[in-house]
């Protein structure tokens, strides 16, 4: 997928406005010290596309929520507040990673509500590095254990929740990540239409979604041959 995501960034044409990555770029992001040598990659690969003049934008996920100043100085791109909202073509977008739109899944809003406090983070990222890959590590494997053994429904987003977000963004079109369930999703929104636009991850293949004036359309990213 590395290679994919290199070849990616490679080959968008020079005419793309901005590019913006919606969270979890990373695996898990322990600190912008990081010396991870996948990431260095990344990194390198985001440089060269800025460096051509590619505007890029990279808001923080569940695992990547520690990107700072460091990595927008290593990567030459700009990190960007969850939720935000951007006009695409004349049209108002709300932009979230979509963690924070799960709330019935409980066991993870209270590890959010854990992760994203400054002491906690001041804290961890005092560390040292070692100590900080092992604990990623370990919150990781729970992770994967936990969701495995979680129901499907809870770890989709919460209907309330997306239709609360939507109105205090006073938008129509939500664009998100992070349930591993790409769709576009028509609904009704105050008696009038609103669409929710859910981007895939980069498992199997790579996808990336593409918005003009016509509207947005999803694109796999296939490896090549
Ligand atoms: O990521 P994904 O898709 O597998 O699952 C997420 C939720 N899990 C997470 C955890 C991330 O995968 C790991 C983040 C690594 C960050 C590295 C930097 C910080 C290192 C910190 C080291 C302590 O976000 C998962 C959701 C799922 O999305 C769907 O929404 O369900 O949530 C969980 O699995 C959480 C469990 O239900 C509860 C876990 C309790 C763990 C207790 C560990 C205590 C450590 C607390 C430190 C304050």
Same mark, same amino acid.
């Given at each position: 997928?590395?290679?994919?995501?290199?070849?990616?960034?490679?080959? *968008?044409? =020079?005419?793309?406005?901005? *590019?913006?990555?919606?969270?979890?770029?990373? =695996?898990?992001?322990?600190?912008?010290?990081?010396?991870?040598?996948?990431?260095?990659?990344? *990194?390198?690969? *985001?440089?060269?596309? !800025?460096?051509?003049?590619?505007?890029?934008?990279?808001?923080? +996920?569940?695992?990547?929520?520690?990107?700072?100043?460091?990595? =927008?100085?290593? !990567?030459?791109? #700009?990190?960007?507040?969850?939720?935000?909202?951007?006009?695409?073509?004349?049209?108002?977008?709300?932009?979230? @990673?979509?963690? !924070?739109?799960?709330?019935?899944?409980?066991?993870?809003?209270?590890?959010?509500?854990?992760?994203?406090?400054?002491?906690?983070? #001041?804290?961890?990222?005092?560390?040292?590095?070692?100590?900080?890959?092992?604990?990623? #590590?370990? %919150?990781?494997?729970?992770?994967?254990?936990?969701?495995?053994?979680?129901? =499907?429904?809870?770890?989709?987003?919460?209907?309330?929740?997306? /239709? /609360?977000?939507?109105?205090?963004?006073?938008? #129509?079109?939500?664009?998100? +990540?992070?349930?591993?369930?790409? +769709? @576009? @999703? @028509?609904?009704?929104?105050? +008696?009038?239409?609103?669409?929710?636009?859910? %981007?895939?991850?980069?498992?199997?293949?790579? !996808?990336?979604?593409?918005?003009?004036?016509?509207?947005?359309?999803?694109?796999?990213?296939?490896?090549?041959?």
């Amino acid at each position: 997928m590395l290679a994919l995501f290199e070849r990616f960034l490679a080959e *968008l044409p =020079e005419r793309s406005d901005r *590019l913006y990555i919606l969270g979890d770029l990373f =695996e898990a992001w322990i600190g912008d010290d990081d010396d991870d040598p996948a990431a260095a990659r990344v *990194l390198a690969a *985001l440089r060269r596309a !800025s460096g051509r003049g590619l505007d890029i934008r990279v808001m923080h +996920g569940n695992r990547d929520f520690l990107l700072g100043p460091g990595f =927008e100085q290593r !990567s030459g791109t #700009r990190l960007v507040p969850d939720p935000l909202v951007v006009d695409i073509a004349g049209e108002p977008s709300l932009l979230m @990673h979509g963690d !924070s739109l799960c709330t019935d899944d409980q066991a993870y809003q209270q590890l959010r509500r854990q992760l994203r406090d400054p002491d906690w983070q #001041r804290d961890f990222l005092a560390r040292p590095l070692p100590e900080r890959r092992a604990m990623a #590590r370990q %919150l990781r494997a729970t992770s994967r254990q936990e969701t495995a053994a979680k129901d =499907e429904a809870i770890m989709d987003v919460n209907p309330d929740a997306v /239709a /609360a977000a939507l109105r205090r963004a006073g938008v #129509r079109r939500l664009i998100h +990540g992070h349930t591993h369930r790409p +769709g @576009h @999703h @028509h609904l009704q929104l105050d +008696g009038r239409p609103a669409e929710r636009i859910v %981007l895939g991850d980069w498992y199997q293949a790579g !996808s990336a979604l593409w918005c003009d004036e016509a509207g947005c359309r999803q694109r796999p990213v296939l490896p090549a041959g």
